[in-house]
């Protein structure tokens, strides 16, 4: 079995700072995981995933996120933020045999003028 | 245009009435899903197709039912709806995992439930 945890459900942030959210997930297998967006009324978009390789992944909208398997974390970083990143934002795990795509609770990312 | 098309987008019922919400790709894609998302638990599991004619249960698939007849079509059943069943739904689709490669899995734009 597989789980995810989004520590955070709501983050406040004011324009132009840096924003973290954090992600951490439990597996017995290898995993691929995923940060998607949600903004309000619409469906689910892919942000970026980590399937292999550089730990550290980049994304559409400038995030990133790295993954660190020791700590069982992929936390999603943006330098800077825009009143256009405020959404809710949600990380995702599938496992290696691919059937089944885990989602965490969400945080939403409220960005303030 | 490459697309996940869900109808309807909102619905208003009754217990015990039963609905059906559609789901179609034209993508051919081979995977299909259904999620509910409710606040605080992020996206959940109902259901989920790997290929026509194949289905499995996800997370919460109790008081739902699918089929997968044709490819670019995957219904969502609710045979009789109850006030929990009150949710925001998402179909979901991509190609299935061939050869190691891991593939985007795209989303509809969600259909608003009501049940009371």
């Known amino acids: 079995a597989q789980s995810v945890t989004q520590l955070d459900s709501q983050v406040p942030v004011f324009e132009e700072a840096p924003v973290e959210l954090r992600c951490n997930y439990s597996s017995s297998v290898s995993v691929y995981l995923f940060w998607y967006v949600q903004y309000p009324n619409q469906g689910l978009q892919l942000l970026l995933k980590y399937l292999s390789g550089s730990t550290l992944v980049k994304g559409i909208n400038g995030f990133e996120a790295e993954f660190n398997k020791s700590q069982t974390s992929f936390h999603l970083r943006k330098p800077s933020v825009h009143i256009s990143d405020t959404a809710e934002y949600f990380c995702?795990?599938?496992?290696?045999?691919?059937?089944?795509?885990?989602f965490g609770g969400g945080t939403r990312l409220m960005v303030k003028p | 245009e490459a697309q996940v098309t869900q109808n309807p987008r909102y619905l208003i019922t009754v217990t015990g009435k039963k609905l059906t919400v559609t789901c179609s790709q034209n993508?051919?894609?081979?995977?299909m899903s259904w999620y509910r998302q409710d606040p605080g638990l992020g996206l959940r599991q109902i259901y989920y197709?790997?290929?026509?004619?194949?289905?499995d249960k996800g997370d919460v698939p109790e008081g739902y039912k699918v089929s997968r007849k044709e490819k670019r079509n995957f219904p969502l059943i609710l045979e009789s709806p109850s006030p929990n069943q009150t949710s925001l739904y998402f179909c979901?689709?991509?190609?299935?995992?061939?050869?190691?490669?891991?593939?985007?899995?795209?989303f509809g734009p969600g259909t608003r439930l009501t049940v009371t």
């Open positions: 197709s790997m290929n026509v004619e194949v289905t």
């Open positions: 979901a689709s991509r190609h299935y995992r061939l050869q190691g490669t891991i593939y985007e899995q795209y």
């Open positions: 993508m051919n894609h081979e995977y």
């Open positions: 995702a795990v599938r496992n290696n045999a691919g059937n089944m795509l885990t």
